[in-house]
């Protein structure tokens, strides 16, 4: 298997994980205050990348690395705070498709100016991808948005997006060291957030399970994605990596019995086509 295919296949694994954990994350927001499930979510996410980076035992890269690992870890939590407050509304048909284009979009825009474009092939790839993350995620026959919906969403597609292009700047040397020093920051980030708003506490009963799963979900997909941007382009990386939502709504159907509309199984044919266009 070559690099490139590696990359794929740790793309698709990063958008799996990241869709698990932000149903995970979803259930346990209706639930409890937002930012404490994001705060035990991040901390859980962090004791298992710390496990895995001193387990691979991989050398501790220079600070620059691990400075912009922080940065993609402040800008991730921020997109995970407006993404999880945006799905505890119940307008997941709206927030998170829109989120997971512009995610994609930011680092697709970075790499066109910095690396080049992509082969046109891979350019109608990235439309189609567009196309299937919008019916995938779309639960709703018409199209309603609030501006505090289109707000949410473009925080958390940034606040996404600006992850991508810090950790890729982040795994020359190392995968897992950056990914804990971007949760330690995460951490800290948190930590101020909810001293300023004094929303200190526990989740309640019924959330941990939820919570736990989060944290190890985000984190798996984080280090997946790491994995594929520095085995292949950022770009493609990006683009697989934020297919999350169709797991999310996947979920929702296998495990909350939502019903999908014929638009969300078009989503999945079109899913599978940007995935052949993007894999040649």
Excluded at 141 to 152: A, D, H, K, Q, S
Aim: some cysteine; proline content about 3%.
């Amino acid at each position: 298997m070559t690099t490139e295919t590696l990359a794929i296949v740790f793309g698709i694994g990063s958008a799996a994980a990241w869709g698990a954990g932000d149903f995970s994350g979803g259930m346990a927001s209706r639930r409890g205050n937002v930012l404490k499930v994001v705060w035990y979510s991040q901390f859980i996410g962090g004791l298992f990348l710390l496990g895995m980076a001193v387990f691979s035992g991989e050398v501790i890269p220079p600070v620059r690395d691990l400075v912009y690992g922080a940065f993609a870890g402040v800008f991730g939590n921020i997109g995970l705070i407006a993404l999880y407050r945006g799905l505890s509304t119940g307008r997941m048909g709206i927030v998170a498709p829109l989120s997971a284009v512009l995610t994609a979009l930011v680092p697709i825009v970075y790499t066109a100016f910095f690396t080049g474009l992509p082969s046109m092939t891979r350019f109608a790839g990235f439309v189609c991808f567009a196309v299937a993350v919008w019916l995938l995620s779309s639960a709703e026959t018409g199209f309603r948005m609030t501006g505090r919906e289109l707000l949410l969403s473009c925080v958390a597609g940034a606040g996404f997006g600006l992850f991508f292009i810090f950790i890729d700047k982040a795994n020359d040397l190392a995968i897992f060291w950056p990914l804990v020093w971007a949760r330690v920051a995460s951490v800290v980030f948190l930590s101020t957030v909810m001293l300023v708003a004094a929303k200190p506490g526990t989740p309640g009963t019924g959330m941990w399970g939820f919570i736990v799963l989060a944290g190890v979900l985000d984190a798996l997909g984080n280090l997946l994605f790491s994995a594929a941007a520095h085995l292949g382009r950022l770009d493609v990386s990006a683009v697989l990596s934020s297919l999350y939502p169709a797991a999310t709504v996947l979920l929702a159907w296998l495990v909350l019995r939502e019903k999908l509309r014929r638009r969300q199984w078009m989503g999945v044919g079109a899913a599978f086509i940007a995935l052949g266009l993007i894999s040649i």
